[in-house]
Structures are given as structure tokens and as C-alpha cells.
């Protein structure tokens, strides 16, 4: 089967060739440097000509010199080498996951302890990734996940979850905590009873968001016999935090959103609240760039299979 003209204009070869001839300006000594022989450089730059359709060089008995095409083209010539050379360096660097793309999802809670040193430090190691973040709450990163718009997600989760069809691996486990009014009765109180809080309104994300946590957490209350009152449902855990500082009842968070401080509002550990959250990375497909990203978790994560 003949080759293509389109094809043979992209033979790498044929072109260091020409390179070579045209910084030479001597068969032999491009030959020479191309270690081979004249007489098959001399038919593969004939060769070369035809595919282009003009003269290259200038030939005598005396001297080869560039034509005009030749002039023109040589720039070229040489930085479609280059690219070659940095496409080959890409595609091993790609290949050990230093190199390509990253879209990885994350709930807001992420941002406030795993997130930030473990990116930092990812970007700092691989600055040929492209790695793109994106805020978006469990139910939206399942979903993006499945449709493939979404490489990897950061999820909150009660222990024991483990999501069909997805790897993942936890990387902590916290405790939840209360969060409530300053001005409520037990703000100060220096121990705090699970059953005193019992009949407080909740503030709380819909379960669509988390299913598995929205459960632990009515899990607490039903163990007692109660079915909590959720005095208003919000997606944002800053938002469920600010509702508590307007007084709108209570929220049950993990341990982590502490460091988010907003004025109204304490935070306290609850006597007999058994309830949990973990958070995991989980992902449909592994790939050599999320290998490489994993390999920068913060020492203080604790690296586990979910649903091991």
C-alpha cells in the first residue's frame, strides 16, 4: 500500500535529514552525522523534494545551499523536532502520572483540613497536571462520576459505606460534633448530655446529600425513641453553621468544621453521641495521574480501603 503524501510529510526522519543537509550544507558531512552513508541521505532528500513538491537545496558540483523553499521550511523543520522530542518526554511523564489531567470533585468540609496541603503539595511535585477542583455535594459527585465528568470525588460519609461500582480509600475518621447558639442554655455548660439535647431543633442537610450520615445521625435519635425536629434543611455545612448562629436550632458536623469560627456559634463534644463520619476519596477508574496524586496524601491521613 503507497503512502500518502500527508503521511510522508510528517516522517520525522525525512525531516532531521533535511535538517542536517541544511546545517551542513555537505552531504557527506550530514551522512557522517546522521551515521549513514551518502548515497541513501542524497535519495531520501530527493525523496523528501518530491513529497513537497519543490527543490530543497541548490545543488553543484561545488556547493549545496538552501533554496528559497528550503529557507522557509527550515525553521520549521527544527521546531517540529523539538515538539517531537517534548511530546516523547510528555507521554512518559503522562505515563508515571506527573503529566495530563485531574478533575477531582470535593464537599466543603474537605477544604478545611485534607484538601488544601495535600493540593498544594500535588501542584508543587507536578506542575504538568492540570488539575481542576470543583465543589459539589456527594449526590452531584456520584452522579458526575457515573457520566464520567468527574475523576475522582472527596466524600463525607457515616462508616461503612461503600458506594457500588467505585474504589476509594478513607482517609479519616472524625467525630461529630455540636454546634450550637452561644446563647443556648448549655453553651457553657462544661459537659454536654446527648439525652439534654435530644428535643432541640436540628439544623441539617436534606438526605439526598449524604444519605449514609443523615441515618447515623436519626439513628442517635431513634435509639432514644425520638424522631428529631428539623427546624431547616441546608446543602453547605457554612450555611447549616450560620443558620445555627441565627439561633435556628442545632447542628450536628464533624469535628473539622471547628476551625470554620463563626461569630454565635460553639462547638461541643456530646456525651453519648456515637455517630461518626469518615472521609474518602473514591473514583470509577484508576489512571496514572490519581496514582501519582494519591501518592501526596498529608501525613496525617490514614490511608484505608473503604468497605475493607
Not at 520525522?12 to 558531512?29: D, K, M, N, P, S
Not at 521546531?79 to 506527573?98: F, I, M, N, V, Y
Not at 455535594?137 to 457515616?158: I, K, N, P, S, Y
Amino acid at each position: 500500500m503507497s503512502t500518502s503524501p500527508s503521511l510522508a510529510l510528517i516522517d520525522l526522519r525525512a525531516w532531521r535529514q533535511f535538517v542536517a543537509v541544511a546545517e551542513e550544507l555537505h552531504f557527506g558531512r550530514a551522512a557522517q552525522r546522521l551515521c549513514m552513508t551518502q548515497p541513501p541521505l542524497t535519495h531520501a532528500i530527493a525523496q523528501l523534494e518530491a513529497t513537497v513538491g519543490a527543490r530543497l537545496f541548490d545543488r553543484s558540483k561545488r556547493s549545496v545551499q538552501l533554496s528559497a523553499t528550503g529557507r522557509t521550511l527550515l525553521p520549521h523543520a527544527i521546531d517540529l523536532l523539538q515538539r517531537a522530542t517534548e511530546l516523547q518526554a510528555l507521554a512518559h511523564s503522562a505515563a508515571e502520572g506527573s503529566a495530563g489531567r485531574l478533575k477531582l470533585a470535593f464537599v466543603s468540609t474537605v477544604g478545611f483540613d485534607v484538601l488544601p496541603q495535600w493540593v498544594m503539595a500535588f501542584r508543587q511535585a507536578c506542575p504538568l497536571v492540570q488539575l481542576e477542583l470543583v465543589e459539589a455535594t456527594g449526590d452531584v459527585q456520584l452522579l458526575g462520576m457515573e457520566r464520567g465528568e468527574f475523576d475522582a470525588g472527596f466524600l463525607l460519609h457515616a462508616p461503612g459505606f461503600a458506594p457500588v461500582g467505585l474504589a476509594g480509600l478513607i482517609l479519616n475518621t472524625d467525630s461529630l460534633v455540636l454546634a450550637m447558639p452561644e446563647q443556648h442554655p448549655l453553651a457553657q455548660a462544661p459537659v454536654v448530655q446527648l439525652t439534654d439535647m435530644l428535643a432541640t431543633p436540628l439544623v441539617m442537610f436534606p438526605r439526598r446529600i449524604v444519605p449514609s450520615l443523615y441515618d447515623a445521625v436519626f439513628g442517635m435519635y431513634h435509639a432514644a425513641g425520638l424522631l428529631p425536629a428539623v427546624a431547616q434543611e441546608a446543602i453547605q455545612m457554612q450555611t447549616i453553621v450560620n443558620l445555627v448562629s441565627a439561633g435556628l436550632g442545632v447542628a450536628w458536623v464533624p469535628a473539622s468544621v471547628r476551625q470554620f469560627q463563626r461569630p454565635g456559634v460553639v462547638y461541643r463534644q456530646v456525651v453519648g453521641a456515637v455517630a461518626q463520619c469518615q472521609t474518602s476519596l473514591v473514583w470509577p477508574h484508576s489512571s496514572p495521574v490519581l496514582s501519582r496524586f494519591l501518592e501526596f496524601a498529608p501525613p496525617g491521613a490514614s490511608l484505608h480501603k473503604l468497605g475493607a
